[in-house]
C-alpha cells in the first residue's frame, strides 16, 4: 500500500485545511470499513463486533459467507487531500437494524459514496433512494470484487433507476488510489451541484 502522503505538511501559521465530512454508505457486506480503512490517514475507529448464529440469520449472510464481523455503529476515519481540504468519512452499518442510525451519520454531511455490490443488488436499494429522499449529493461506486465487474454499467444503473445526473462509477475498496478517485468523484459532484444550485 502506498503510504506517501496526498499533501505536502503545512507551514507554520497556514490556515488549517477546511473539513468536509463524506458518508460510506451500501448494504451488508459491500466493503465500507475496508473502503475507510484503506484511505485514512489515522488508524480507522471501527466498531466491529462479531456475527454471532443468531444474527446471521437476521443480516442474510449466504452471499459473503467468510464475513465474520459486521459494523455495529460506524466507521470513522480522515484523509488530507490537499492544504485546502480534508475528509472526514463516516462508514454507516450495513444492516437494516440498525438504520436508524443513519439519520445522525448524514447530518452536516455534503455528499456520500454508496458502495454496490453486484452480487446483492436487492441490497443496494434501500441506499440508493436514502440519499435521494434526503437530497444529499452522492455517488454509486460499485465495488469490483476480485477486480471483476459482474454488470456493465449501464444495466447497472438502470437496475437500481438512478438518473444520468447520478455518477457512477467503479473502483476497489482495498486499494488507497482507487478509494482516492471514488471520494474526489463524490466531491467534484457535490461542488457541481451546490454551484448548479446558485447559479
Known amino acids: ?11 507554520p501559521g497556514a ?23 484503506a484511505i485514512s490517514e489515522i488508524k480507522p475507529l471501527t466498531t466491529e463486533a ?14 459473503v459467507p467468510t ?17 485546502d481540504v480534508k475528509l472526514y468519512l463516516f462508514g454507516t452499518p450495513g444492516q437494516d437494524r440498525f438504520g436508524f ?13 454508496v458502495i454496490v455490490d453486484t452480487r446483492r443488488m436487492d441490497d443496494c ?17 460499485v465495488n469490483t470484487f476480485d477486480g471483476t465487474l459482474g454488470h456493465e ?7 437500481l433507476a ?3 445526473d447520478v455518477p457512477l462509477i467503479t473502483f476497489d475498496a482495498r486499494h488507497k488510489l482507487s478509494v482516492r478517485d471514488a471520494l474526489l468523484t463524490v466531491l467534484h459532484h457535490t461542488f457541481q451541484r451546490a454551484r448548479a444550485s446558485t447559479a
Open 101 to 113: 442510525m443513519w439519520r445522525d451519520l448524514v447530518i452536516g454531511a455534503l455528499g456520500a459514496l
Open 125 to 141: 436499494y434501500p441506499a440508493v433512494d436514502y440519499f435521494e429522499n434526503a437530497g444529499l449529493p452522492f455517488v454509486v461506486g
Open 153 to 159: 454499467l449501464e444495466d447497472i444503473r438502470w437496475a
Open 15 to 37: 490556515r488549517p485545511p477546511a473539513p468536509v465530512k463524506i458518508v460510506i454508505a451500501g448494504g451488508f457486506g459491500v466493503g465500507k470499513t475496508t473502503t475507510v480503512g
Open 1 to 11: 500500500m502506498d503510504s506517501k502522503p496526498y499533501a505536502e505538511p503545512r507551514q
Open 67 to 83: 464475513k465474520t464481523t459486521t459494523t455495529v455503529a460506524l466507521d470513522f476515519g480522515c484523509i488530507t487531500i490537499d492544504e
Open 50 to 63: 462479531a456475527i454471532t448464529s443468531v444474527a446471521a440469520g437476521i443480516d442474510r449472510t449466504g452471499h
Open 162 to 164: 438512478i438518473g444520468d
